[in-house]
């Protein structure tokens, strides 16, 4: 049975709601961001997701089924409402792509459009996917990135990524820049997987849940 101070405590802690559209190890991000202190809900209600200060889009796999998900639940116009009022979102790997016009994976497929710029495969010249630890170029100071020390590397799984752009705050070196993270507003995305990514991953979960809490980059 919960005491009164953990049942106080729960109710300090950011509710964080990791959209559930039945495709990809969700419950991976949901448990990376509970691990960090958020209050977590792995969830496909609108009225949860509408209710949360922080949004999570996460995911694993292709591009065109995810998106074909996502709006077979109607979860689309949900995640593209609360980008639009300003609520702190984060896209993770497919998640991130999803945000963009659409990709060359299926390209019948539209995305969010929230970005205007196109998910493009690697160059095929190289081991694709690309699934290994990378180290992160940071472009730009972001809260995102905050304190992450000289060298932050990250784990990435992934054949496609976006089209350079100016929100790209961080690119890998895969054959070339390859976007890495990209940020604008509200919205951030991350092509890397923070959540398999142990000390710098947890940092940037971390990190969103200052951002989704309302605290000052001074106190990240």
């Known amino acids: 049975m919960a005491t009164i101070q953990q049942a106080q405590e729960a109710k300090q802690r950011p509710l964080i709601a990791v959209v559930d559209y039945g495709i990809g190890n969700l419950h991976s991000a949901q448990k990376g961001f509970s691990h960090v202190g958020a209050d977590t809900r792995l969830t496909n209600d609108c009225a949860l997701i509408r209710d949360a200060c922080g ?40 998640g991130m792509q999803m945000l963009f016009a659409g990709s060359e994976e299926e390209p019948q497929v539209r995305g969010l459009n929230v970005f205007s710029q196109m998910v493009r495969l690697l160059p095929t010249s190289l081991k694709l996917p690309q699934i290994q630890w990378n180290k992160l170029n940071i472009h730009r100071d972001h809260r995102m990135l905050a304190d992450l020390g000289d060298e932050p590397w990250l784990y990435f799984v992934h054949s496609y990524a976006p089209e350079p752009s100016e929100d790209v705050i961080a690119t890998c070196d895969y054959g070339g820049a390859v976007t890495a993270a990209v940020a604008r507003g509200n919205v951030w995305a991350a092509q890397f997987h923070p959540e398999k990514s142990s000390v710098c991953g947890l940092r940037i979960l971390s990190n969103f849940v200052a951002f989704a809490s309302h605290k000052l980059p001074s106190e990240l």
Do not use: Q
Not at 70 to 94: M, Q, S, T, W, Y
């Open 55 to 94: 949004v999570v889009l996460p995911g694993v796999g292709a591009f065109g089924p995810a998106m074909r998900a996502l709006r077979a639940r109607g979860l689309d116009e949900v995640v593209v409402e609360r980008i639009e009022a300003g609520v702190p979102f984060f896209g993770i790997c497919v």
